[in-house]
């Protein structure tokens, strides 16, 4: 899907859509600061902190992109490899935005949510934190203290929300498990978001590829022409896409944040304990 234009024309067409992406970010940043200082509920909150991860991404998207006009004129390095991996992160930052400003949740299906990435985070703390030899040091961390603890009263949470939100057992013990972010999976959570479900997968699908270094990112290398001194047609149309792919998730999510933050009043919910 990048390899349908001449190098001139890759040229041309990457810089008119970077100048659209400057755009749609610059809309987003504006949304973001006109928000500081404003007292907000936890749930708001979480939300901004998000979108300004997106915006984030976005931003060091834009500065990988910002000599591309004179790359083009006399060479030099377009690291198309990160573009897709910060596409992906921002993917995944827009559908994040989305599924916890999601402004049709009730209080429990929030708390349900909420309790479930805690455990989430909790699990993976100790995956890793076990990995690195920590639990075994001298003197043991205050995370292994209080881990079991921990995990007991949160899956106790999250089991009595789930059983009071209708939930099987099947779909209870696999959020217990603590490896679940959504309570429907990435796929349910754009579904929610009003996306089109195939295409965020093929999306996610498709950038993975770089975030990775698997075989579709490296194997034809040298049909692709890639290039760190003179970036090939491949290249300028690849970055072009990846953008593309971008711009309608964060356009989404700055479009919710909107609707969702600035007063206390936009979310019904409100604070929980």
């Known amino acids: ?9 890759a ?3 990457l810089l008119s859509l970077m100048e659209t992406f400057e755009i749609v970010v610059r809309d987003a940043i504006k949304i973001s600061e006109s928000r500081i200082g404003i007292d907000h509920t936890g749930r708001q909150n979480l939300t901004l902190f998000i979108f300004a991860k997106l915006i984030a991404h ?5 500065t ?3 000599h591309c006009r004179r790359v083009l004129k006399m060479g030099g390095l377009l690291d198309h490899f990160s573009l897709a991996a910060l596409g992906r992160t921002a993917l995944d930052a827009s559908v994040t935005t989305m599924y916890i400003s999601d402004p049709n949740l009730d209080r429990d299906r929030w708390d349900l949510r909420r309790q479930i990435f805690r455990l ?4 993976n703390r100790k995956r890793f934190l076990t990995a690195a030899g920590a639990e075994d040091g001298t003197p043991q961390l205050a995370f292994f203290k209080t881990y ?3 995990k007991a ?3 106790s949470r999250v089991e009595t929300l789930a059983t009071q939100l209708g939930y099987s057992p099947v779909q209870i013990e696999r959020f217990l498990k603590g490896q679940h972010v959504f309570v429907d999976g990435a796929r349910g959570a754009a579904r929610e978001a009003g996306w089109d479900v195939d295409a965020f997968d093929f999306h996610q699908a498709y950038l993975s590829n770089w975030v990775h270094s698997h075989p579709v990112s490296f194997l034809r290398f040298d049909d692709q022409g890639i290039s760190f001194s003179h970036p090939s047609d491949y290249q300028l149309c690849f970055c072009g896409t990846v953008l593309k792919i971008t711009m309608p998730y964060l356009r989404n999510a700055t479009d919710r944040v909107n609707l969702f ?4 009043e936009f979310d019904k919910i409100g604070n929980l304990d």
């Open 120 to 123: 989430h985070e909790l699990f």
């Open 261 to 264: 933050t600035g007063s206390k």
């Open 153 to 155: 009263t949160l899956r």
């Open 58 to 62: 976005c931003m060091s998207m834009g």
């Open 148 to 150: 079991e603890e921990r």
């Open 11 to 13: 040229g041309v067409a």
């Open 1 to 9: 899907m990048a390899e349908v234009q001449t190098e001139r024309e």
């Open 64 to 66: 990988i992109l910002s």
